[in-house]
């Protein structure tokens, strides 16, 4: 009678198993489509001209390697907690756990302003369309941002669950705003105004070799690529994950990478060669152009903008949802101060984490359209990239210190040279030789945002000895 009542108590516990192959599929083509290639593709066509398609490509080499070492570590330890779960694993080491973890919900905040302000051009450039009145300038825009900031912690305080149908719904929106592209730049090319042979011409506005030049821009274009990281926590709501998932994971990353290409390829083939590093409006994107300039008679340009918002709303807010979920998980567990981990009594909402991220997103948008001599969205992506590199390579190290705990066995195993060539490249990545001189304030945004949560974590060190800044359950940070 014991072991009968004590299954179906162990059953309430696991989540249900309703994604198959082709769910699966959606979601994580939906996770790694997004703000990314509309935000990052004509910054990087600008640094390397016609073979805009191979940073992408590049980008997508170097996420499939990490990709590996996620698909490996995930079915070792199937906790949702990640990155951090790794590091604790490999390192037994609170400091670095912690650092990890706060470098994720950084990563979120920073990913979240990205989207916040390319959905504010769009809808002002959208809106103006069908009302000339609608302002479009800076001021327009940061005040636009900020109040889609706000409206999202809004929402989180109301309390969202994440729904597998409603994030394939918006990927739907988002792989038709993007076949719309690639839709009118081959229409250009048979109509004959287009330039496909410009698609193996290198061109670089700054004199550099074509190593460093794509170096740069993939840089850029990782932003694009992230996203993927996120999937592995579905792995407990897939059917027969061992078999599938893996599969699944490495199609949707391909699937990815050749819209990416195929979207280069039309801004090449549709935008002049001296437009395509100065769009008509830089934070918006250049995608819009080619829908401008590709298909003038058709007005598709006066719905566009507004497909670009649904592509993008839903990434920051799941992006918010992470960071004060992840925010609360460490005040709880006395690595920050426990006020972070308050709950609202009638909405069981984490109210003061909400308001401590969204307070760090308002100010970052703020500090960087105010100081950074890049574009906003270019420096926020910019540091996205930065900060998911840095987890990238420790979880590629992870994976390989990991492989003497014979505990557990994974599912799947990379072979032992593709975690070595991922932390080689991701670590590549991260240096300055890979940004632009106006690209380094993402150094000093990245810095910042962690000096905060050294700060706080100091604090909580100070407030609860001996307990402060040690992690009671790592496993269960993440859910």
Known sequence: MAEAQAQPEKDQHELKRVLGPGLLLLFIVGDILGAGVYAVTGRLAGQVGGIAWLPFLVAFAVATLTAFSYLELVTKYPQASGAALYAHKAFGIHFVTFLVAFTVVCS????????????????????????????????????????????LALINLRGVGESVMFNVFLTIIEMAALAIVIGIGFWVVAKGDGNVDRITVFESPDDKGLFMAVTVATAIAFFSMVGFEDSVNMVEETKNPEKIFPRMMLTGLGIAVIIYMLVAVSVVAVIPPGDIAAPKNPEAGILLDVVRIGAPDINIDKIFPFMTVFAVANTALINMLMASRLIYGMARQDVLPPVLGKVSHRRRSPYTAIAFTTLLALGLIIVVRLQSEST???????????????VFSLVNVCCLILRRDTTT?????????????????????????????????QYKIAGGLLLIGIVLWGITMVIHKPEGGHFQDIEHLGE
């Open 376 to 390: 906003v969205i270019g420096a926020l992506s910019g540091t996205t990239a930065l900060l998911l590199l840095a």
């Open 409 to 441: 066995t994974p599912a799947l195993k990379a072979p032992t040279w593709v975690p070595i060539l991922g932390a080689v490249a991701c670590l590549y990545l991260l240096g300055p030789w890979a940004r632009l001189e106006a690209d380094m304030i």
């Open 108 to 151: 979120g905040i920073t990913s979240a302003s990205t989207s916040s302000n390319l959905l504010a051009e769009n809808l002002m450039i959208g809106l103006n369309e069908f009302n000339d009145s609608v302002p479009t300038g800076d001021t327009a825009s940061l005040i636009t941002a900020l109040a889609f900031m706000v409206l």
